[in-house]
Every structure is written in C-alpha cells, then in structure tokens.
C-alpha cells in the first residue's frame, strides 16, 4: 500500500506523518440503473475478495467521483459519485450512487464520495471505516493537512473530519485505481443510467 493514515478515537482528527498512525443525507441510496446484473456483478466481484478483519461494525470504503466536462465547456457537464462498503461475510454490501444536480471539478466530486459514504456509513451504524482512495490529491489534503485555497475544499474537509470525529476509528489508504472499478462504475452509471436520482446537500 502507498501511504495511509489513521484516525482513532477524538473530538478531532489529529495526523501524525510517515506511517501515520493517529491516537485517537436523508436521501436514501436509489440506483440509477434498473438492470439488476450489474448489481449481481459488483456483488460477485465482492465475495470474490477478501475481508480485513470486518466485523458488522466496520467496513472496506471504495469511493470515487467522476467529472464529464461538456465539449468546449469546462465550466459544465455531468458528475456523480459511487460508494461500495465491503462488510463482514453473509452481510450485505453498502453502496452509495448518486448524480449531482451540478457539475464539479473531479477533485470535488471525490470530497463529496468520500463525504457521503461517511454519512451513509454512520446511518449504518458503522463505527470503523477504513477508506480508499486513489487520488493522491485528496490523500495529501486530508492526512497531510495541506493548505487549501478554495473555500469549497475547506468546508468539504471540515464536514468529512467531523464525520470522523464521530467515528472509533478512520484509516484512509491510497490505492491503485482498478481498486476504484466497483464506485467508478456506479459514478459512470449515474452519467448514463435512464434515470437519475437528484443530489441533495446534507
């Protein structure tokens, strides 16, 4: 694994570098897509994987947000988000899909994941969440603390650290990309899907 870091038990999130070890919506999930295989498929895909160490209070968070920018226009386009929360065994999987009602840069849409999937998580009742990531943008500005510059960012992390304030324990790990496949296809299927459900801010 490239770098991750860990959140443990506090009011607020503290970061130590290097190995990075820390002392310490009312929407509910609708899928965009109505063909049920594609369901099957993540789901197979899952059992087929390993656990680590879950138990039904902690979860395996794979989250990715996806930007399509318009042709000609990078000020608008499409963007959703895709959650998948791998739980013990015989226990359902979480997932998370949803299109948002306004067009984000990439690295927002990945906040927003990363956002949600806390939220959903919580409503869970999950108390352990170890996440994974493959932007190394986002990883450097949540476990390294590096200065923001644009608002949105700022209170974006704020939520999110709030959440894991709230939680016993957050490990967030980068990851290699085909580790992403599973959200990313839900983020994708927002984009084409038939239908689309409406992005709400919690």
Same mark, same amino acid.
Not at 40 to 55: F, H, W
Not at 94 to 104: M, R, S, T
Not at 117 to 143: K, P
């Given at each position: ?40 498929? &993540?789901?197979? &895909? ?21 930007? &399509? ?134």
């Amino acid at each position: 694994m490239e770098g991750q870091a860990a959140f443990c038990d506090g009011s607020s999130a503290s970061l130590v570098r290097g190995e990075m070890k820390l002392e310490e919506d009312e929407e509910e999930f609708r899928s965009c897509c109505e063909d049920e295989e594609v369901w099957k498929e &993540i789901e197979e &895909i899952v059992k087929e994987e390993p656990k680590e160490d879950l138990d039904e209070f902690s979860v395996n968070m794979f989250f990715k947000g996806m930007s &399509i920018a318009e042709d000609g226009d990078s000020c608008s386009g499409f963007s959703g988000i895709g959650v998948v929360m791998e739980r013990t065994e015989h226990v359902p999987v979480i997932q998370v899909q949803k299109k948002l009602d306004f067009y984000v840069e990439e690295s927002v849409a990945d906040y927003l994941a990363l956002m949600d999937g806390l939220a959903e998580a919580m409503q869970n009742n999950i108390r352990r969440v170890y996440a994974f990531t493959d932007s190394e943008l986002l990883y450097g500005q949540i476990t390294n603390e590096e200065k923001l510059e644009v608002p949105l960012l700022i209170a974006l992390r704020q939520r999110i650290l709030e959440h894991v304030s709230n939680l016993e324990a957050f490990i967030l790990k980068l990851s290699p990309s085909f580790d992403l496949e599973r959200p990313l296809r839900l983020a994708q299927c927002n984009q084409f899907g038939k239908h689309h459900p409406e992005y709400f801010n919690a």
